[in-house]
């Protein structure tokens, strides 16, 4: 019997510990709520893990593709979670080049 429970104490310790935080990071990139995941990870592990990664993007969450390498980020993101550049100053960057190809030059 102490077999048995020692069993179940370590499958919710791992739960709480692995899949919980990991359903809820899911969450935040697929455009979802964690708090929820979160719980629903500690419960259910890795099939909430799966079911949240698994799952489309949230309707209405807007995305837009990161400048160095073009993996899909929210609109509102400062730094891409893929590669870790910094978005705000390669837009800045951009921007500065585009608007160097378009003013005029005084010939």
């Known amino acids: ?3 048995v429970l020692g ?3 370590l499958v919710a310790f791992v739960n709480a ?3 919980g935080p990991l ?3 899911l969450a935040v990139e ?3 709520d964690p708090a929820p995941w979160f719980v629903v990870g500690i419960v259910a592990g890795p099939f ?3 079911a949240v990664g698994l799952g489309p993007r949230k309707v209405g969450h807007t995305f837009k593709a990161c400048i160095e390498c073009q993996e899909p980020i929210a609109s509102g993101a400062t730094t891409c979670p893929f590669c870790g550049s910094d978005l705000i100053a390669a837009e800045a ?3 500065r080049t585009r608007a160097s190809k378009t003013t005029p030059t005084d010939g």
């Open 1 to 3: 019997m102490n077999e």
């Open 7 to 9: 069993a179940v104490v």
């Open 17 to 19: 510990v692995v899949f």
């Open 23 to 25: 359903a809820a990071w």
């Open 30 to 32: 697929r455009g979802r």
């Open 48 to 50: 909430a893990a799966i």
């Open 93 to 95: 960057a951009e921007w």
